[in-house]
């Protein structure tokens, strides 16, 4: 049975994981990160990292998450390899939170920051695994850049498939975007600028069937769900962008959620509705899901949690 009652524990180990725990360190909180099965989050997934400030000739994703480990624990964060299985949230100010793990190990605390971050969803073909980050990607904010000029397909018909066909084709040659239904489920005005722009190509009642290529994605394999017809693309990347899942089933029925499950917030602030519990990131950030915005939530949530500790002295 847990004892010691710490200052706060972080369940998470991505960009805004780190970086609460980096913060939290350095102003001697004793920071523990629980990181979960996927230690470093989505940026493990990702190769090259030429967006994040700081690194002027970019850097592979997992190089990257190991460069804020080094930081956390440089300050005394203990990283913990576990997966938290069930947390126990005192609702009281001043309460103690418990956090149970898939090791049997407990831990009480003071304050919680949540790091959980979000997974992308994909459709589950094998080759979207066979040729992740070989021209698979699910952000094209993150990795836009390296199909300069080139032609791709983005896969969705949603708000978030249209904002990424539209920032792709400044950058891209042509751009495919396969809407699996005959009309698109995005906003009017997403949609409308879809349609103006002329190098987005929209191919109606298509799915992603099949990726080829050499190591890298050099054709997609397309069917045409009413004909049944299927035919090859010649495109450098597919990007997947039917939405992404927030990892916050952890706390479904525990804290307050949008309709989507991505964790609430107040404005302004990493505070949850439960005292001395706080969230950051992907988990609660469902527009701009970078890294570095993810950072910077990280930060505040170590700063709330802080201030959250001086006031109950």
């Keep these: 049975m847990a004892e ?11 960009p805004a994981g780190y970086t609460a725990a980096i913060y939290a360190a350095r102003a001697d909180m004793k920071p523990i990160i629980i990181t979960g099965m996927e230690p470093g989050g989505q940026l493990t997934t990702t190769t090259d990292v030429e967006n994040y400030p700081g690194y002027p000739d970019g850097i592979m994703g997992p190089e990257m998450m190991m460069d804020f ?15 938290v299985t069930e947390v126990i949230f005192d609702e009281k100010p001043g309460g103690i939170h418990q956090i149970k793990t898939m090791n049997g190990e407990e831990f009480l605390t003071k304050t919680v920051i949540i790091s959980t971050g979000a997974s992308a969803k994909y459709l589950g073909l094998d080759d979207e695994k066979k040729y992740m980050g070989s021209g698979v990607s699910a952000c094209a904010t993150c990795d836009g850049f390296f199909y300069k000029g080139r032609p791709v397909a983005v896969v969705g018909g949603g708000d978030t498939a249209a904002e990424e066909a539209t920032y792709l084709a400044k950058l891209c040659s042509k751009v495919y975007l396969l809407v699996r239904k ?10 409308q600028r879809v349609m103006n722009t002329p190098n987005i190509e929209v191919l109606f009642h298509h799915e992603l069937q099949g990726i080829m290529g050499n190591k890298v994605v050099e054709k997609a394999q397309i069917i045409n769900n009413q004909t049944m017809e299927t035919k090859e693309i010649e495109v450098d990347g597919v990007f997947i962008a039917i939405g992404h899942k927030p990892n916050t089933d952890l706390f479904v029925g525990k804290l307050k959620m949008d309709e989507t499950g991505y964790l609430m917030t107040h404005p302004d602030s990493a505070k949850t509705d439960i005292p001395g519990v706080f969230a950051a990131g992907d988990c609660q950030d469902n527009i701009y899901r970078q890294a570095v ?3 910077g939530s990280g930060c505040m949530a170590a700063l709330d949690a802080e201030r ?5 002295q």
Excluded: P, W
């Design 4 to 14: 010691k009652i710490h200052e706060t524990i972080i369940i998470g180990s991505g």
């Design 69 to 83: 480990q080094k930081q956390a624990e440089r300050f005394g964060t203990q990283v913990i390899m576990d997966m």
């Design 182 to 191: 005959n009309e698109f489920r995005a906003s009017n005005i997403m949609a």
């Design 293 to 295: 915005t993810a950072a």
């Design 308 to 312: 959250y500790l001086i006031e109950l």
